[in-house]
């Protein structure tokens, strides 16, 4: 059995509570409460890494008058242990002293969700100015750079080029800068912009406290040498870093190889009687093929995978991930095909109502009416979302990828999404399992 731990804060409420927030942050904790909570009338449940953070003296830091002087702080947890909600815990505390706060993230897929999420949890009745900037978001950037803003969610580069620009006041009364996914900052196409950004940023005439979230397994020494003092006994005493490594969910992780054999070990979550992990090996028995890396091979595994999958849970959401774009059509079809039994055909306008944020029911159908009426949309709505499958990509449209997403969270029939790496990253979606295709990504003439 795992040992309880004694918390003083256990809930949103005690935050409430402890931080002696008004009416309005209440408010704010409380509809994020909400969202989280979905139709379930029970209480959020607090993960260990929120509750671990919550509890830690540097999360909070010290304020004089409406100047922070705390510690700056990375966060390490592992994935879905519940980082976002601490970065809104932390913007809320710096608008409750008046300060505005900046969320830097390293897709527009993710500033598009955050914004979503931010509009919906801070501002549903304007209490908060929010915006966004990527190149999705255009229309914002003035109040942006005019500092005419509660909460600003940027990808990394739209900060540093806003921070090139002459009069530019988006640092004016920014009490804090979130990072979403300080791995990025490691990335030579993505580190040097963020990474000047936030030298900018530190070197204001009143620099804002720096939060960067990241994964379990990334290494942040160096990092917080970076961000403290650069040089000297010294370095690093102004950056403070809480790391739990605990799972909220238990994890099975598989290898496979192309002859279907495979080794599995599992993470256990915190919930489980024991935190040893396991292992196991096994074989998916495919048919014998002479070139056991050929393309066949490789599709004859994802479809025993599959089969396997759907066979242990009938309505099992799934996210295959593969390096292309043009590779994510091509593979939901051929699933499709290829797997007649678990992709049955549903007739768009039944089954599969989308509720809006206004909590009105419309079909599938009424919502695909509304996105472009290009090729992508063509493809997902005659050939692959009748049976419960879709793929996803940046170059498609916001509101096709938005629909997309919203049906897989919503929809029981929802059973495949295959994506490129725009879904990779910090973008909330309930799967079941996820299948990595490939560990190679082109870039150019590199890989």
């Known amino acids: 059995m795992k040992p309880a731990e004694a918390f003083a804060i256990n809930s949103l409420t005690d935050v409430i509570e402890a931080r002696h927030w008004s009416e309005t942050q209440g408010e704010v904790v409380k509809r994020i409460e909400q969202n989280i909570q979905g139709d379930k009338t029970a209480p959020v449940a607090l993960t260990h890494l929120q509750k671990t953070v919550l509890n830690h003296p540097d999360f909070w830091g010290a304020w004089d008058d409406q100047e922070f002087v705390g510690k700056d702080l990375i966060i390490q947890g592992e994935t879905s242990a519940g980082k976002t909600l601490l970065s809104e815990i932390a913007i809320l505390d710096c608008l409750s002293k008046n300060k505005k706060a900046l969320v830097l993230v390293p897709l527009k897929a993710l500033v598009h969700e955050r914004y979503k999420q931010f509009k919906r949890d801070f501002a549903p009745d304007g209490e908060y100015n929010v915006y966004a900037s990527s190149s999705d978001y255009l229309d914002m950037d003035q109040q942006l750079i005019n500092g005419e803003y509660g909460v600003g ?233 009748p049976y419960g499958v879709a793929y996803h990509h940046s170059s498609m449209s916001t509101t096709l990828r938005e629909v997309i997403e919203a049906f897989f969270r919503k929809s029981s029939h929802a059973k495949v999404i295959v994506a490129t790496e725009t879904l990779t990253i910090g973008v909330n979606m309930p799967f079941d399992a996820v299948i990595i295709t490939d560990y190679l990504i082109p870039r150019g003439q590199d890989k």
Request: some cysteine; proline content about 4%; hydrophobic content about 35%.
């Open 153 to 385: 969610i940027l990808v990394y580069e739209k900060l540093f080029a806003m921070l090139c620009q002459n009069n530019c006041r988006i640092l004016q009364d920014c009490g804090l800068i979130v990072v979403d996914e300080l791995s990025m900052l490691s990335k030579d196409e993505r580190g040097p912009k963020l990474e000047i950004a936030l030298e900018k940023a530190k070197a204001s005439a009143v620099p804002p406290r720096i939060l960067c979230l990241t994964t379990i397994d990334n290494k942040v020494d160096r990092i917080r040498e970076w961000l403290g003092v650069t040089h000297g006994e010294n370095a690093g005493d102004t950056v403070a870093v809480i790391s739990d490594p605990v799972r909220p969910v238990g994890l099975d992780e598989y290898i496979v190889t192309y002859d279907g054999k495979y080794m599995m070990r599992h993470i256990p979550g915190e919930k489980e009687e024991s935190n040893r992990e396991t292992s196991e090996t096994g074989d998916f028995r495919l048919p014998d093929n002479k070139e056991p890396q050929s393309g066949v091979q490789r599709m004859n595994l994802l479809v025993r995978i599959l089969e396997s999958l759907h066979k242990e849970k009938k309505n099992m959401k799934t996210l295959v991930f593969v390096p292309s774009q043009s590779g994510a059509a091509t593979l939901a079809e051929t699933l499709v095909k290829r797997l007649p039994n678990v992709f049955e055909r549903v007739a768009l306008d039944e089954s599969m109502g989308m509720i809006k944020d206004d909590d009105a029911q419309d079909s599938l159908l009424d919502e695909l009416n509304h996105c472009d009426q290009d090729e992508d949309l063509k493809i997902n709505r005659d050939k692959l979302l």
